[in-house]
């Protein structure tokens, strides 16, 4: 799946987008006879989280489907070193620059978990460019104490990991998100994705980018729990729909506010005159971890397909039976383009000279049989022990 990218004004990026239409899964224009569907990744990973949603017929065969990388990750590389704070407010601002130079119209936002936060911010800086709005596992205002220490602790192990450019703990801190945020690192899928992921971050630290592309990743992670205010979401004027696990362990919390904010969304319509314009949905069986459009996509695309269809909450299906539903990660149709992550060879001992793997390689290509190697061996001996 080819990437292309747009360039941002002012700013020391471009951004890296994918984009399927019905007519070509690796376009590179908006095709105007469909609607567009933008979808809104979580920090960390990339466009390609989204690979199960491009791969489902009810919606790359409807929809121009467009996934943005986020400056400083996947392939949106940073040109010089970023020292502003990066807010989610920021992405949203980039993600609108980007679409009106692609041309999108109103666009259907999907966030995925925090990813949520750039959707939010989208709908509400720019309502004439929504369509809709789905967020998939929001994120939370408060996480538990348990929760937010361990974060902390892991966000402070990656920054020290790359001053001290600390390749190995990178890659097993980068195992770690996958593992904390899936629930399901043990899938053939995910840990290929994981193995990817990992690759990825440790070319970065290698070409030096990675320097300069964590403040805007740390700066997003920090403010993960700053929500929108109530009072600014109950602004939103386009259909709203949430999709939540049954099983998610912070899920009260969860629902309390989201439940909050449907309720509030409704019943402003109804002073309107309008139909209910907000609706929660609850994924029954065994769904868990936060990425469930990556870690569940069968009921996630079944029920995002169907709102998107109909653009009204009032329409939508119940749950689909967890006894009939697949609850598994799936292997993208086309593979990752890792086209530009490559480590580079190590730079020669000296200009001129050959590094030792290059003679022996050149050695063998003479057809030598092996290498004398001289050493000088220097022997002394203390006498008074004799």
């Known amino acids: 799946m080819p990437l292309f990218t747009v360039k941002i004004p ?15 899964k690796t376009a590179e224009t908006i095709d105007p006879a469909y609607p567009t569907v933008l979808f809104c990744h979580p920090p960390w990973v990339d466009s390609f989280f989204f690979y199960p949603q491009f791969d489902y017929p009810e919606l790359y065969q409807n929809y121009n489907l467009l996934a943005i990388d986020m400056p400083g990750h996947g392939s949106s590389h940073i040109d010089s070193p970023f020292t502003e704070e990066y807010s989610w407010q920021n ?5 609108y620059r980007a679409l009106k130079v692609l041309a999108t119209g109103p666009v259907h936002l999907v966030g995925s978990a925090v990813g949520g936060l750039t959707a939010l911010r989208l709908a509400l800086s720019h309502p004439e460019i929504t369509e809709s709005l789905t967020i998939v596992a929001p994120p939370l205002e408060h996480e538990p104490e348990f929760v937010e220490e361990a974060f902390d602790e892991w966000l402070e192990e990656i920054e020290k990991a790359v001053a001290d450019r600390d390749i190995e703990s990178l890659e097993s801190l980068s195992n770690y998100v996958f593992d904390f945020c899936t629930g399901q690192v043990g899938d053939p899928a995910l840990r290929e994705m994981m193995d990817e992921y990992g690759y990825m971050v440790q070319v970065k630290m290698a070409s030096g980018e ?3 592309a964590l403040p805007i990743c740390s700066s997003l992670l920090r403010s993960k729990n700053m929500l929108p205010s109530m009072r600014e979401m109950e602004g939103i004027n386009c259909p709203v729909f949430i999709i939540e696990s049954v099983n998610n362990p912070q899920r009260a919390a969860r629902t309390d506010l989201y439940t909050n904010v449907v309720d509030k969304l409704n019943e402003a ?3 309107s005159g309008k139909p209910p314009n907000a609706a929660k949905h609850l994924l029954e069986g065994a769904v868990i971890g936060r990425w469930i459009t990556l870690t569940n996509p069968d009921p996630v695309n079944l029920i995002l397909a169907e709102f998107l269809r109909t653009k009204s909450p ?8 967890p006894f009939l539903t697949t609850y598994v990660a799936r292997r993208p149709s086309t593979p990752r383009d890792i086209t530009g992550f490559t480590i580079l060879p190590p730079p020669k001992l000296a200009p001129g000279r050959k590094t030792l793997g290059e003679m022996m390689d050149e050695l063998e290509r003479k057809g030598q049989a092996g290498v004398n190697v001289e050493v000088e061996v220097s022997v002394h001996v203390d006498e008074s022990t004799i």
């Open 314 to 321: 009032g329409s939508l299906p119940s749950s689909p039976n």
């Open 210 to 212: 990675l320097e300069s």
């Open 269 to 271: 319509a109804s002073r």
């Open 10 to 24: 002012n700013q020391p990026y471009s951004l890296a987008y994918r984009l399927s239409t019905p007519a070509s």
């Open 91 to 95: 992405a949203a601002d980039d993600f």
